[in-house]
Nanobody, 116 residues
Framework: QVQLVESGGGLVQAGGSLRLSCTAS????????MGWFRQAPGKEREFVAS??????VYADSVKGRFTISRDNAKNTVYLQMNSLKPEDMAVYLC???????????WGQGTQVIVSS
């Protein structure tokens, strides 16, 4: 059973930056596809970015501003978020997938608040 713990959320002004971290335990981190999703109040959960066997993939809304990376030695995946906008405000969740089509494990999420 993979456990995911996110950290790094907080309050930031529009235009600022944050780096989220997600540390995995209890599974094969190196063979898992890792991703970030977000969910704002009253909205559905949406894909943000992933890092898998084919490299990194980003949602159009964050391309050029967010960067996903992973450190296999630390079992950690990061999401560097620059030029943050009020519409980026959400709970950000880390996910791990063992196949190309599924996200099998989820973290509890970390809150990102962007003030305008």
């Amino acid at each position: 059973q993979v456990q995911l713990v996110e950290s790094g959320g907080g309050l930031v002004q529009a235009g600022g930056s944050l780096r989220l971290s997600c540390t995995a335990s209890g599974g094969s981190f190196r063979t898992s596809r890792m991703g970030w999703f977000r969910q704002a109040p009253g909205k559905e959960r949406e894909f943000v970015a992933s890092f898998g066997w084919d490299g990194s993939v980003y949602a159009d809304s964050v391309k050029g501003r967010f960067t996903i990376s992973r450190d296999n030695a630390k079992n950690t995946v990061y999401l560097q978020m620059n030029s943050l906008k009020p519409e980026d405000m959400a709970v950000y969740l880390c996910a791990a997938g063992t196949t190309r089509r599924t996200w099998d494990y989820w973290g509890q999420g970390t809150q990102v608040i962007v003030s305008s």
